[in-house]
């Protein structure tokens, strides 16, 4: 079955950096188009970023474009979030997403940005 496993949360002082990863297996990873959600507290879950499925085509979130970059490994079935600059407003659980006429999330992992 598929199943979307994100690892690479935590907590992170203001200013610093994070890689989540998410790995993807039950499916063929290298043909579809993924995407980073995120939701903080008492808020709804928001688009970060999108990676077409050979990863020559990223967008971003407008609060997130020149600190965060989207990739992939399709030889590993995984695909990264490299997080810099890291704003207290960047605390959320951040979701895996992907959308194979059925959609699927990952559990989630934490981040929290605070001093």
């Known amino acids: 079955q598929v199943q979307l496993v994100e690892s690479g949360g935590g907590l992170v002082q203001p200013g610093g950096s994070l890689r989540l990863s998410c790995a993807a297996s039950g499916f063929i990873f290298s043909r579809y188009a993924m995407r980073w959600y995120r939701q903080a507290p008492g808020k709804e879950r928001e688009l970060v970023a999108v990676?077409?499925?050979?990863?020559?085509?990223?967008n971003y979130a407008d609060s997130v474009k020149g600190r965060f970059t989207i990739s992939r490994d399709n030889a590993k079935n995984t695909v990264y979030l490299q997080m810099n600059s890291l704003k207290p407003e960047d605390t959320a659980v951040y979701y895996c997403?992907?959308?194979?006429?059925?959609?699927?999330w990952g559990q989630g992992t934490q981040v929290t940005v605070s001093s």
């Open positions: 997403y992907a959308n194979l006429l059925r959609i699927y």
């Open positions: 990676i077409s499925s050979a990863g020559d085509s990223t």
